[in-house]
């Protein structure tokens, strides 16, 4: 199993101690298909926003499988979130079968800024380069 990690806490808050809005972009390529993965956003503080539906959802979030069988899930805070975490994971959906690669592009935006942009491959179920496998804001 591999884990990817991406937080923020109050010591990044805007001045007077606000928060700010955050969005993620998750975009999956290769063999995606064939692997089983959740990834989990909190929001602290605000509600969380789909960018292709526009529903509001309630944080945290826990995006299923089921939720990341399309190619990107972009998700918005709906106000200014006061810490923002995504952590996520990816294991080998059968563990017969030898899949071919997935890759995971994780793009974190604070207020409109691009804050992290990370590349993750995953090769049945483990992650290549796992020295750059979590991530966390102070």
Known sequence: MALCFVGCSKDDDEPGGK???YEVTIEQSGDFRSFIKSVVVVANGTRLKDGATGESLA???ILSDEELAVEKVTLTTTGKAIEFAVSG???DGEDGVVNEP???V???YKNGKEIEKKSLSFRDGKEIGMDDLNLYYN
Do not use: F
């Open 59 to 61: 944080s945290p979030l």
């Open 19 to 21: 928060g700010a809005m």
């Open 102 to 104: 997935m890759q995971w």
């Open 89 to 91: 994971s990816v294991v």
């Open 106 to 108: 994780v793009t974190v």
